[in-house]
């Protein structure tokens, strides 16, 4: 499978405790992306990864939120002290800045939290 | 600022019905991209098309087509002879140049029925 892999696909927590998300991008994608989705709605952009180097992040990437890309190659996404409203679908991409121009999204993350 | 607009939540048609899921942009940039991805029940985003500010040529691949009105800010998409495969969930999407976020809109829900 060469696409883009998140895992896990999905996590139950309960409130205030942490959570972390694993995203694998496709192998020659030098871009990364993080974006939530949640019910009924478009995904909403988080942040973005060129290598390893975070160079846009959206205001709903509150203090709890934090992402790295610390080889430029996966990416992880941390929520700390979860709320009931970071329950949504964390959506990862990828795209190379060689050959394509659009972002190749992965499977996402389900979150619940209780 | 960036906005896009999917006024239609909800479409059923019969299978073989042409439909066209409607989409309107603000920006002010001059230059930006126009996309359109397909969220099947699976849930994982599949991208469909990319078009430039530059390029109001309207675009058909197969049953799809595209049409690019910069004077009415519509980037309308069009599926000819549908098919129950075709149910899912439309997004629209917009980019300004220089940056990487993908704004979307909330999508259109098609249902396809035999």
């Known amino acids: 499978d060469t696409g883009v892999s998140q895992n896990p696909r999905h996590k139950i927590t309960k409130r205030g405790q942490n959570v972390t998300f694993r995203c694998d991008p496709i192998?020659?994608?030098?871009?990364l992306y993080w974006y939530r989705q949640t019910l009924g709605q478009g995904p909403e952009f988080l942040t973005y990864f060129q290598n390893e180097a975070q160079l846009e992040k959206s205001r709903l990437l509150s203090d709890r939120f934090s992402a790295e890309r610390p080889k430029g190659s996966f990416s992880t996404l941390e929520i700390q002290r979860t709320e009931q409203g970071d329950s949504a679908m964390y959506l990862c991409?990828?795209?190379?800045?060689?050959?394509?121009?659009?972002?190749?999204f992965g499977p996402g993350t389900r979150l619940t939290v209780t | 600022a960036q906005k896009v607009t999917q006024a239609q939540t909800e479409i059923s048609v019969v299978e073989k019905e042409d439909v066209t899921l409607d989409c309107v942009y603000e920006t002010r940039d001059t230059t930006y991209y126009l996309f359109w991805y397909k969220q099947p029940p699976s849930g994982e985003l599949v991208f469909l098309i990319r078009?430039?500010?530059?390029?109001?040529q309207n675009e058909i691949s197969g049953r799809y087509s595209w049409n690019f009105q910069k004077s009415t800010s519509s980037f309308n998409f069009t599926i000819t002879a549908s098919q129950v495969v075709d149910s899912a969930v439309y997004f629209c999407?917009?980019?300004?140049?220089?940056?990487?976020?993908?704004?979307f809109g909330t999508g259109t829900r098609l249902l396809v029925s035999p």
């Open positions: 999407a917009l980019r300004n140049t220089g940056f990487q976020k993908l704004v």
């Open positions: 078009r430039n500010s530059f390029d109001e």
């Open positions: 991409a990828s795209s190379s800045d060689r050959f394509d121009r659009w972002q190749y």
């Open positions: 192998s020659e994608h030098n871009r």
